[in-house]
């Protein structure tokens, strides 16, 4: 790892100096521009890149004190790091390094193996902050929920088509300003977002890969809003109809979530009558979750005890037919003002209730 300090060509210039020193500067500022960019580099447009403050190559192995691995196998390859989830784990393989910024450009190169997906993260002090999912198929980028507030949930603050090449290098540059934030592939996919929630110091940057994916040449930078940011965002936004469709039609569980997701985004800012139902149903989970802490923890150990309290506890009963009632009046209010949400629902349930029959058909 090596951490650089940004290059100051132009104020040595400007301070004096002998007409070949000067020439030399600008040289020097001139190669080492050309070389960054032979190397993969794509420029910024919401904001202007600062000083350099991780250079990462992988060139000299894994620093763990830049990188914490959070779980899964990670190794440095070839002068790659190779993250691969496992099976035992059940969970994305993720490595986290600190991240605080609010303004900041990220860069890095990635390579999917297979149908393999990555997200790119920030956190902040109350957990998941926001997140861009890489996969063969898509990028997509999300405000992620509270998970200790069940009123909060994960917008769609922009999404693409896409189709990324397995076992092929892609870049991809990460940009933040306040609430906004802006990502680009191999500087021709893009997706674009804001959310007020994003406007906060972070605490780390997490890179989870669900099958196996490699990284290299991972670099941040401080920045500052560039002025030309309303420009370069009209041309984007120019490119909105030629992007890639996303076509989630072989997935009628995520396709169904995606729609439900912006329904509720749309209701939650503009209809007090399902703000109230939300706040019915997370009331009546806090309720639960007070009771019976267990509901929210994972693993063996916890779903056999819930379970079992299913079965044989009065109480948790009760509170959880509490909290079921409330769900059904939250969703069938939700499918009611959402044509294609109320279309996806019907789609997953009769999917759902013919893998049911066709189970029960081979146990026969």
Request: proline share 4%; hydrophobic share 45%.
């Amino acid at each position: 790892m090596k951490l650089q300090r940004q290059a100051a060509s132009a104020k040595l210039c400007a301070t004096g100096g002998s007409a070949l020193a000067r020439s030399a500067l600008i040289l020097g500022a001139w190669l080492v521009g050309l070389a960054t960019a032979l190397a993969g580099d794509v420029q910024p447009l919401m904001v202007q890149r600062g000083a350099c403050w991780l250079d990462e190559s992988f060139a000299g192995g894994l620093d763990t004190n830049t990188w914490k691995v959070a779980i899964g196998a990670w190794k440095i390859e070839s002068g790659a790091l190779v993250g691969t989830e496992r099976p035992e784990d059940h969970h994305s393989a993720v490595i986290k390094t600190p991240f605080t910024n609010i303004t900041a450009v990220v860069q890095f190169s990635f390579m999917l193996k297979g149908a393999a997906r990555l997200h790119f993260g920030l956190n902040d002090a109350g957990g998941h902050n926001s997140s861009i999912q890489i996969r063969p198929d898509a990028v997509v980028m999300n405000k992620n929920a509270d998970r200790k507030n069940p009123r909060t949930y994960a917008p769609i603050l922009d999404e693409t088509g896409a189709a990324l090449a397995p076992d092929v290098w892609h870049t991809m540059i990460v940009e933040l300003n306040g609430a906004d934030m802006l990502a680009r592939v191999d500087d021709k996919l893009f997706v674009c977002g804001a959310h007020p929630g994003i406007n906060k110091v972070k605490t780390d940057l997490a890179l989870a890969v669900s099958g196996a994916a490699l990284f290299r040449n991972v670099k941040l930078w401080h920045a500052t809003p560039s002025p030309d940011w309303p420009a370069e965002k009209s041309k984007l936004l120019a490119r909105l109809s030629a992007r890639p469709v996303l076509d989630r039609s072989g997935n009628l569980q995520e396709a169904y979530m995606a729609v439900e997701v912006k329904a509720r985004d749309r209701l939650m800012k503009s209809d007090e009558k399902f703000v109230a139902l939300v706040d019915v149903r997370a009331c009546a989970m806090e309720a639960l979750a007070k009771a019976f802490p267990v509901v929210n923890r994972k693993g063996e150990k916890a779903d056999a005890e819930k379970k079992r309290l299913a079965q044989e506890d009065a109480k948790y009963k009760q509170l959880q037919k509490t909290v079921q009632t409330a769900q059904k009046n939250e969703r069938d209010y939700l499918l009611a003002q959402s044509p294609a949400a109320t279309t996806a629902w019907a789609a997953l349930m009769a999917a759902n209730q013919a893998k049911a029959k066709a189970a029960a058909a081979a146990k026969k």
